[in-house]
């Protein structure tokens, strides 16, 4: 018995090692203003696959370190540096026991924009809102990887006021995140671009929304607690089941037609998509709702389990890619929305949570110096379904990319665009020069699709090595 009691002390003490060795990473940097001298007591904030946030405050030096930190990808971003502001790193990878050394992290001196947060409606201040500044490369690039990543966000005051530092270039956009109670105007465009001097009276417009109120629930009826579930059409709002499953957040109106170029239309009739996930992706759903179904507070969600499904990304030869980050988009109508999945480890493998039976999704691939293989047929599965009925596994093959595709692009009379965006078909991204040249780096010798865009006005070519230099003539 004292042997057997022993064995199981024994086993405790290793188990917690075990557990105390999961989170044990770190990622260390430093902040340097434009002239190269660091800027100490700023802010500086780690976000996980998870959304929890992990904070350090830089020393003397402009010194940070994050910890500890469980093994996965991060976003590093600078929340508050006084009068300078830095873009956020993306896809820092953290490992267990091995400190993740950035390079030093230069920030620029920003400018201020301030304003009123309002209802749309009675012109009323509201209380309780956050104002968000992004970066629009992120938020205008069709890349399957990038995401709306907020640079600053700041309360608003209780007279309906905001007030922030925001980088003074024309790359950032305001948008507003409403209190529980609202959501953004649609037809009244609330962004901004930012011009070197700043904005004052930068004033943003929220609607009164209705609620959805309702239970999720497994097909067996049980109620599913702590599942957090995201409402799209013209805006998104997100909220949380309690432990009984029911749930309450703020229900955006269904996108509708007939708008005005650049605007967004709403209706209070129409559908909305629902996406349901509990926290450990074992349970959830993607579904097409009845807008006016979300009203009733007898509305019930059900939830399926999710299919176990692993991705495999190999070269041409069958070696292991590492390091390749998965994209996975899921089609709800003609519409898709995507996430990453996260990056491939040593084994060229990758665990993709919340693939349900019946759902049409495209997996795509992306690593520097690499390209994926007939990304457009190859990558869309439907999970049970012919022959994915019985598949866990999805092979990604991808092709060596190292050809470098120079190019210029030029409107309807022949004149260059200047700051036009270059893309490659999930590839890479470029802007052109004063000149209206560009270069796309990491492409491959096949034939691949580049698309040109300027304001509304949109331009493709297909490009292959036996095309090393292509004009894009891009039209309204």
């Known amino acids: 018995m004292r042997n057997k009691t022993r064995v199981i002390i024994i086993s405790l003490f290793f188990l917690s090692m075990q557990l105390i060795a999961v989170a044990d990473g770190s990622i260390t940097g430093k902040l340097i203003a434009p002239n190269g001298k660091a800027i100490p007591n700023a802010k500086v904030t780690a976000i996980g696959d998870s959304d929890k946030h992990y904070e350090a405050t830089t020393d003397k030096n402009g010194k940070f370190k994050l910890s500890p930190l469980s093994d996965g990808l991060y976003m590093v971003a600078v929340i508050d540096a006084g009068i300078y502001v830095a873009k956020p790193i993306l896809n820092v990878k953290v490992v267990s026991g091995k400190p993740t050394i ?195 507070v007898d509305y019930k969600l059900e939830v399926d389990r999710a299919r176990p499904f692993t991705v495999i990304v190999r070269d041409k030869i069958g070696n292991p890619i590492d390091n390749a980050n998965i994209g996975v988009t899921y089609f709800i109508g003609d519409r898709g929305y995507t996430y990453s999945a996260g990056l491939t480890g040593r084994d060229g493998a990758i665990d993709i949570p919340g693939i349900y039976d019946g759902i049409k999704y495209r997996i795509l691939a992306q690593k520097k110096g690499y390209y994926q293989v007939d990304y457009d047929n190859s990558s869309k599965i439907i999970p049970g379904k012919g022959e994915w009925i019985d598949k866990q596994y999805h092979y990604i093959v991808m092709d060596e990319a190292t050809r470098v595709q120079k190019g210029v692009v030029v409107d309807e009379s022949g004149i260059a665009v200047v700051g036009a965006r270059v893309e490659a078909a999930f590839g890479p991204v470029a802007k052109t020069a004063v000149d209206g040249s560009f270069t796309l780096e990491n492409m491959p010798d096949s034939e691949v699709d580049i698309w040109a865009y300027s304001g509304l006005r949109l331009g493709k070519a297909t490009v292959s090595d036996k095309t090393p230099y292509v004009v894009i003539k891009i039209l309204k």
Do not use: H, W
């Open 102 to 296: 950035l390079p030093s992290i230069k920030a620029i001196r920003g400018v201020v924009v301030s304003g009123n947060v309002l209802d749309a409606a009675t012109k009323k201040p509201v209380v309780g809102a956050r104002v968000s500044v992004v970066d629009s490369n992120y938020y205008l690039n069709k890349n399957y990887y990038d995401k709306l990543i907020p640079l600053v966000g700041v309360s608003v005051d209780s007279n309906g006021k905001y007030k922030t530092i925001v980088a003074p270039d024309n790359v950032s956009i305001i948008y507003q995140g409403g209190n529980k109670f609202y959501l953004p105007a649609e037809q009244i465009v609330n962004s901004y671009i930012i011009p070197k001097s700043g904005l004052s009276n930068a004033n943003m417009y929220l609607m009164m929304a209705d609620i959805a109120r309702g239970k999720i629930v497994d097909k067996s009826g049980n109620a599913v607690a702590n599942a957090v579930i995201t409402i799209i059409g013209s805006s998104t709002s997100k909220g949380e089941s309690g432990q009984d499953g029911l749930y309450e957040l703020a229900l955006p109106q269904a996108e509708a037609s007939g708008c005005k170029v650049g605007l967004k239309c709403c209706s209070s009739v129409g559908t909305v998509v629902v996406n349901v996930a509990t926290k450990d992706n074992s349970f959830g759903t993607y579904q097409v709702v009845d807008r006016q179904r979300l009203l009733n």
